[in-house]
T-cell receptor
Framework: DVKVTQSSRYLVKRTGEKVFLECVQD?????MFWYRQDPGLGLRLIYF???????EKGDIPEGYSVSREKKERFSLILESASTNQTSMYLC???????????FGEGSWLTVV | AQKITQTQPGMFVQEKEAVTLDCTYD???????LFWYKQPSSGEMIFLIY??????QNATEGRYSLNFQKARKSANLVISASQLGDSAMYFC??????????FGAGTRLAVHP
């Protein structure tokens, strides 16, 4: 069974803290993605990666960075968390070919 | 730029009836894919159905079918014989390069007994 695992389901962080959201997939997928979900806005792409150490900005990269040192792991970093980053974050992965995209269970982040 | 529009923030349906969730899209790419996902309150994204832009026939998966009208750029999801467990958020999405997905705002479906 394909698995995309997000390290934390619920986090509460303080404004200004550095926050790491980790995502691991076990299917040797080339592509990995971080989305943010907000009511009325759907899911929006923050960053994606198509190979180790390769990353591309999505639609809303401001305030975020990412790291992909190993193929199976894609980390989302909030350098200095702010209250407007309170949201649900979803990681996804896929092979380069085909149309199947696998999602993690989501991480609810609250910044206070 | 690619765009997905879901104009129904919320929909209600009686159990055992059919319901159509609307989705329109905009793209200048000749090759694209269209997806529907279900998101229950627990948050996970459940893949329902996929339609490729070159597919001649409408996609079907069990009780789900995708009404693909390419000229109108619409990809509506039809759920037949609704069940209480179908109550959830539904997202339409379109794929671009590297399988990046562009999502609509979603439609919340409530199934009433």
């Amino acid at each position: 069974d394909v698995k995309v695992t997000q390290s934390s389901r619920y986090l509460v962080k303080r404004t200004g803290e550095k926050v790491f959201l980790e995502c691991v997939q076990d299917m040797d997928h080339e592509n990995m993605f971080w989305y943010r979900q907000d009511p009325g806005l759907g899911l929006r792409l923050i960053y994606f990666s198509y190979d180790v150490k390769m990353k591309e900005k999505g639609d809303i990269p401001e305030g975020y960075s990412v790291s992909r040192e190993k193929k199976e792991r894609f980390s989302l970093i909030l350098e200095s968390a702010s209250t407007n980053q309170t949201s649900m974050y979803l990681c996804a992965s896929s092979w380069d070919s085909g149309n199947t995209i696998y999602f993690g269970e989501g991480s609810w982040l609250t910044v206070v | 730029a690619q765009k997905i529009t879901q104009t129904q923030p919320g929909m209600f349906v009686q159990e055992k009836e059919a319901v159509t969730l609307d989705c329109t899209y905009d793209t200048s790419d000749p090759s694209y894919g269209l997806f529907w996902y279900k998101q229950p309150s627990s948050g996970e994204m459940i893949f329902l159905i996929y339609q490729g832009s070159y597919d001649q026939q409408n996609a079907t998966e069990g009780r789900y079918s995708l009404n693909f009208q390419k000229a109108r750029k619409s990809a509506n999801l039809v759920i037949s014989a609704s069940q209480l467990g179908d109550s959830a958020m539904y997202f339409c999405a379109m794929s671009g390069g590297y399988n990046k997905l562009i999502f609509g705002a979603g439609t919340r479906l409530a199934v009433h007994p």
